[in-house]
Every structure is written in structure tokens, then in C-alpha cells.
Nanobody
Framework: QVQLVESGGGTVPPGGSLRLSCAGS????????MAWFRQAPGKEREGVAS????????SHSDSVKGRFTISLDTAKTTVYLQMDSLKPEDSGVYYC??????????????????????WGQGTQVIVSS
């Protein structure tokens, strides 16, 4: 059974940086995708970024492109989200997700959270002065 454990959330001022980590265990597929989603109070869960295990192909949502960077260490089955130039609207709970047998690139997963097979428990990010 796949388990995902996020860490790295916290409170930072606008313009600050954070690095989130998500350690996966029990991942047996050779080809998979991992992604970050976020959810602010009263809003729907939003796909932020996704990456493939095969080739490390990444996709980022328009709202974070140029500020956030997703990366995957396949040896550790750990996905990271480097978040720079943070804005108050980036605040929310950030969730890690895993899609087994991902063969269609990184984009479908962040467009459709229903494709995920496993979710982490979430880590809170607050951007505030």
C-alpha cells in the first residue's frame, strides 16, 4: 500500500520561499506520476504541479509557473516543491498525490485529481506579513 508523508509547510512573509517534501513508500510501479495540489478554505482543490518518474517531465499550473518548481528523486521516491516569490493567495493546505501506471505525461493528473491513487495528509502553508 502506498503511503505519502508531506513535510516542510509553515508561515512565511510575502516574497519568501518554502520547500515542501513528500516521501513515498510502497510504490512498486516503474512508471508513475507524483503531484502537488492545494486547497484554500472555501475553495476547490487545485492542481499545482506534476512530474513523471520516467524522464522527469514536469508541468506547472499557470498560477505558479515561474515561481514554483517540482522535482522527483526516484531513488528516494520523494517529490519536492520549491516555492519562491510566495504570495498570500498561495496559502492553503498542500497535498501530495501519486498516480500509478502514469503513461500520459504529467498534465492529466493535475487537471483531474480523480486520477490519483493515493494522497498524503497535507501540510499547511501560510503566506502572511
Amino acid at each position: 500500500q502506498v503511503q505519502l508523508v508531506e513535510s516542510g509547510g509553515g508561515t512565511v512573509p510575502p516574497g519568501g520561499s518554502l520547500r515542501l517534501s513528500c516521501a513515498g513508500s510502497g510504490i512498486t510501479y516503474n512508471s508513475y506520476c507524483m503531484a502537488w495540489f492545494r486547497q484554500a478554505p472555501g475553495k476547490e482543490r487545485e492542481g499545482v504541479a506534476s512530474v513523471t518518474s520516467a524522464g522527469g517531465h514536469a508541468s506547472h499550473s499557470d498560477s505558479v509557473k515561474g515561481r514554483f518548481t517540482i522535482s522527483l528523486d526516484t531513488a528516494k521516491t520523494t517529490v519536492y516543491l520549491q516555492m519562491d516569490s510566495l504570495k498570500p493567495e498561495d496559502s492553503g493546505v498542500y497535498y501530495c498525490a501519486h498516480e500509478a501506471g502514469c503513461h500520459s505525461g504529467p498534465l492529466p493528473l493535475i487537471r483531474d485529481p480523480g486520477r490519483a491513487n493515493s494522497w498524503g495528509q497535507g501540510t499547511q502553508v501560510i503566506v502572511s506579513s
